[in-house]
């Protein structure tokens, strides 16, 4: 059994242990998954993973690979190692890439959900034509979003904007899970394609990652249990 069904998960984007074990021990395992991202992980290492999983919580290790095949293919097995619910790559990093790392899980028969990033929900049209890329948001995610469900990915990092369209273009079964979650009562700091949890699941979005609204409300648990009352109640 899965420790919930809740689409929620909270991102702990923290610089030590302690800060990150004193956000969890408020959060409830059977209310939301959470996210270890490069800060975190890069200061702590595997023992973050290890103690929120013996506190009951499922994990989505965001490191967001992009390298060669070979690299990113072992990079993700290491990750599945240790046991999280799910991690990623950048789509940006080919079809080749993709294949490579879902073929090493698949091997080693590990059910760890592999998802790629299309493009950064901190990113909008003037970011895109920066890089070089002549495209609106929502065609560079389409093209990406394919190219990953081709290549084995259970889904991918999106925002919700986008979530309508990829779900008449991969299926309402990959994974559509969509940071630039913004509560009304939330700013929207460094996010740019960002929508409300309640337009989000109602777009197609299957998980929803959320920090800062959580994280740095004066109450945290208060913030959770509004986006869950938005939601319709708990999942
Ligand atoms: O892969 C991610 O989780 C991710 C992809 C993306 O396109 N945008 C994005 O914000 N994220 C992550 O989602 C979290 C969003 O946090 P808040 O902006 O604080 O809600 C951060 O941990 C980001 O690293």
């Known amino acids: 059994m899965p420790a919930t069904t809740s689409p929620l998960i909270i991102a702990l984007d923290y610089p030590d242990m302690a800060a990150a074990l004193a ?6 395992p059977t209310r939301c998954r959470v996210k270890v991202g490069k800060e975190l992980f890069t200061r702590v290492g595997p023992d973050i993973l290890k103690a929120l999983h013996q506190r009951g919580f499922e994990v989505f290790l965001d490191l967001k690979f992009h390298d060669i095949p070979n690299t990113t293919a072992q990079a993700v097995l290491a990750a599945a190692e240790h ?28 059910e760890t959900r592999l998802i790629a990033v299309t493009v950064l929900t901190s990113m909008e049209q003037s970011d895109l034509a920066g890089i070089g890329l002549d495209v609106t948001p929502l065609a560079q995610v389409e093209r990406l979003a394919s190219l990953a469900q081709q290549s084995g990915m259970h889904g991918v990092v999106c925002s919700a904007r986008e979530t309508p369209s990829l779900k008449a273009l991969c299926g309402p079964d990959f994974l559509k899970v969509t940071p630039g979650i913004r509560p009304s009562f939330a700013q929207a700091g ?6 409300t949890p309640g337009e989000a699941m109602a777009a197609g979005s299957t998980h929803l990652v959320i920090g800062r609204p959580v994280t740095q409300a004066e109450n945290p648990m208060a913030a959770l249990a509004a986006i869950e009352t938005e939601l319709g109640g708990r999942a």
Do not use: I, P
């Open 83 to 110: 046991g999280v619910w799910m991690t990623n790559v950048h789509a940006g990093g080919g079809a080749r890439m993709m294949e490579a790392a879902a073929s090493a899980l698949a091997t080693r028969q590990l």
């Open 23 to 28: 956000m969890a021990d408020q959060l409830d």
């Open 190 to 195: 460094d996010q740019r394609r960002t929508m």
